[in-house]
């Protein structure tokens, strides 16, 4: 996650980690909170959609992570 956000990514924590039915036996569920920001100026929605993107695309062929929602 951290080297997908590169720089305009603040920090990344994870927050919560479920292992139980509704995940599947064997899996488990975790849950981080993100933040992007720029010194500078203003990020634009797309900057960080595009970021996200990376990121959810580096999970899924890596990790062959599923994004909950």
């Known amino acids: 996650i951290r080297e997908q956000g590169g720089e305009l990514m603040e920090s990344c924590q994870l927050f919560d980690v479920y292992q139980g ?8 569920s975790v849950a981080y909170t993100v933040t992007f920001r720029h ?28 994004l909950r929602a």
């Open 21 to 28: 039915a509704q995940v599947g036996e064997g899996n488990k």
């Open 39 to 66: 010194p500078e100026r203003t990020l634009k929605d797309k900057e960080v959609n595009g970021v996200y993107d990376a990121i959810v695309r580096e999970l899924k062929e890596k990790l062959n992570a599923v």
